[in-house]
């Protein structure tokens, strides 16, 4: 047996995809419209025609009641078939198009009417108010059946109303008239709804293409997962529109920026302030990878165009890649200075063990104390004249870096520095930046040298940098401090362009400023500002009181 295929069943209700509903809602709306407009059309059209039945009725009695000769024959001669009002009514019914012309005196008899036989007899409906004076316009039933009537009064030559004048026009030709109306009244909403469909078929069209043909259900479940992703991911994302004007923010995007759903309709520039990352959300830096820097945060910022003319920006935190790159430099430099001591150790040992060989012991001891003398003197310059113990241990190491890559590194003799540092790592990062600087500025030039000075004016901490290398061009002053420029190819690990950004970004955190200018004897001068970098020092009363406590027991003795 061969199996059969299951029949499927007819599912009934609104499709699934956005173009059909959009389409079938659009076409019944359009059918609505339509059947509401012709039937608010045809419901006053009936009055309509009854009212113009009614008053082209009673124009045809005025005209009537208005020629004498009709009052005259009234009062003359007697109502019969063939008499001068008989003739004279039919003769205006028939060219009008009246149903009925019927002329009655005051008693209601008739002197005219369609029936010849029904002259002389009563007529059907009261004529009381025509023969009162007043003229009448009704629907009313009557011999000759359903009609619109018009009724006025009969006057003779001196005014006083001696009949009545009554003309019908047939319903039925009314109601033809509305029937007669309605074909193309439908021909009319008929070419109205065609024109409605076809125009909701363009219109769903256009959303089959904006959407890509998905359901309602489609697009709600990737609203959903387009939250869900731009929330969950750990990637600042940023929407803006045609107009330059931020639509969306992730909350990742909210925390490296530092900014709120407030953000959401400002341009970059009124959510985050003139700077490098506006430029890059704005479209005005262009690259991939673009290196910026937003508060304490290094930021990797790509963008990318959308097809409505607005933009996608990515945000990515590289602080701690960035920290761990300047870890691996720092570590690389011990390292080196490691090396370079260790080089320079191995060959004073063999000076030393040649010496002892020759037996020229004098000149051994002598050798042997000029090397730690030097060696100490360097240190002792360094801590006392900078007593906090991170910056002193930097610059001795960097003093043995430089050393090794054939420059000197030495401590100005205006250096004071005492040990009230309120971030001391802030600072040697300022230091350690400009000094890794300018070493890479004076290397393999003649006579290489870096000067650093480091005082204390009150609680303001002033560091200068001074090398002789080739110096900074007027021109690229203030180009120094943007991040991501540079002029020296980036190590491997990490990219370039960011030291000196974020040394004037921790100067503007304390207050102060970086800047840079020309040294006195040519090269480079970098000049760092740290208002309130220092704690207040100790007042003298403490110092006093602990004095006499340790006085105290040698007065005692």
């Given at each position: ?16 995809r956005?173009?059909s ?5 659009q076409?019944?709306i ?7 407009a012709?039937?608010?059309?045809l419901?006053p ?7 113009q ?8 009695a ?11 024959d ?15 009514a ?6 009008t ?9 005051r008693?209601?008899?008739r002197?005219?009417?369609?029936d ?17 004076g007043?003229?009448v ?7 000759l059946g ?15 109303v ?17 029937i ?9 909403a008929g070419?109205?709804l065609?024109?409605g ?8 069209r256009?959303?089959?293409r ?14 959903a997962e387009?939250?869900?992703m731009l929330h ?11 107009d ?12 490296l920026?530092?900014i709120g759903?407030e953000?959401v309709?400002?341009?970059p520039d ?9 430029d ?20 990797v910022?790509n963008?990318?165009?959308?097809d ?6 990515t ?5 701690e890649?960035d ?14 200075a490691l ?11 063999h000076?030393?063990?040649?010496l ?11 050798f042997?104390?000029?090397v ?9 310059q360094?801590?006392e004249r ?7 241990a930097?610059?001795?190491?960097k003093a ?5 890559r ?8 205006r250096?004071?520095?005492p040990?009230?540092l309120?971030?001391p ?5 300022v ?6 600087n300018a070493?890479d500025?004076v ?12 005082r204390?004016?009150g609680r ?8 002789t ?6 021109g ?7 991040e991501?420029?540079s002029?020296?190819?980036?190590p ?17 955190r ?12 040519g ?32 007065e005692?003795?």
């Amino acid at each position: 047996m061969t199996p059969t295929t299951p029949a499927r069943r007819l599912r009934l209700g609104l499709p699934r995809r956005v173009f059909s509903q959009v389409l079938l809602m659009q076409v019944a709306i359009a059918a609505g419209v339509a059947v509401l407009a012709t039937g608010l059309f045809l419901a006053p059209l009936g009055e309509q025609l009854d009212d113009q039945a009614m008053r082209r009725a009673l124009a045809i009695a005025q005209t009537t009641a208005q020629q004498p000769q009709i009052a005259e024959d009234l009062r003359a001669t007697e109502p019969t078939a063939d008499g001068p009002v008989q003739r004279e009514a039919e003769r205006i019914r028939r060219a009008t198009g009246a149903e009925y012309v019927v002329v009655l005196d005051r008693r209601g008899v008739r002197w005219s009417h369609t029936d010849p036989e029904r002259i002389g007899g009563l007529v059907s409906t009261d004529p009381g108010q025509a023969l009162a004076g007043r003229e009448v316009m009704e629907i009313d039933e009557g011999t000759l059946g359903r009609s619109a009537r018009g009724k006025v009064p009969l006057r003779d030559a001196d005014g006083e109303v001696i009949g009545a004048v009554s003309v019908g026009i047939a319903y039925d030709s009314v109601r033809a008239r509305l029937i007669h109306a309605i074909p193309g009244l439908l021909a009319y909403a008929g070419g109205a709804l065609a024109v409605g469909a076809l125009a909701a078929w363009l219109i769903s069209r256009r959303v089959q293409r904006q959407t890509r043909d998905l359901a309602f259900s489609d697009i709600a479940a990737l609203l959903a997962e387009r939250e869900a992703m731009l929330h969950g991911i750990r990637e600042g994302v940023v929407a803006l529109d045609r107009d330059g004007r931020v639509r969306l923010l992730n909350d990742e995007a909210q925390r490296l920026l530092g900014i709120g759903e407030e953000a959401v309709g400002s341009s970059p520039d009124e959510a985050l302030g003139a700077g490098r990352t506006a430029d890059v959300l704005a479209g005005r830096v262009t690259g991939t990878d673009l290196l910026t820097v937003r508060g304490q945060r290094v930021l990797v910022a790509n963008r990318m165009p959308t097809d409505d003319g607005g933009a996608v920006a990515t945000l990515r935190d590289r602080t701690e890649l960035d920290r761990l790159g300047r870890e691996l430099d720092s570590t690389r430099g011990l390292i080196d200075a490691l090396r370079a001591q260790d080089h320079e150790h191995a060959n004073r040992m063999h000076t030393l063990l040649g010496l002892l060989e020759l037996e020229m012991y004098e000149d051994a001891v002598e050798f042997v104390g000029e090397v730690v003398g030097d060696h100490r003197a360097t240190s002792e310059q360094v801590t006392e004249r900078i007593r906090d113990p991170l910056l002193a241990a930097l610059l001795v190491g960097k003093a043995t870096v430089a050393a090794e890559r054939g420059a000197v590194l030495r401590l100005s003799d205006r250096s004071r520095l005492p040990d009230r540092l309120v971030d001391p790592r802030g600072l040697v990062t300022v230091v350690g930046n400009l000094v890794d600087n300018a070493l890479d500025a004076v290397a393999g030039t003649p006579d290489a040298r870096v000067e650093v000075e480091l005082r204390a004016e009150g609680r303001t901490a002033v560091l200068v940098v001074r090398d002789t290398g080739p110096g900074v061009p007027p021109g690229q002053r203030e180009l120094i401090f943007t991040e991501g420029w540079s002029t020296k190819e980036p190590p491997g690990h990490r990219e370039r362009g960011i030291g000196l950004p974020l040394v004037r970004r921790l100067a503007h955190r304390h207050g102060g400023d970086a800047r840079v200018g020309e040294a006195p004897g040519g090269g480079a001068e970098f000049t760092v500002v740290l208002p309130e970098a220092l704690s207040e020092p100790e007042p003298p009363a403490a110092l006093t009181g602990a004095s006499s406590q340790t006085a105290g027991p040698e007065e005692a003795r």
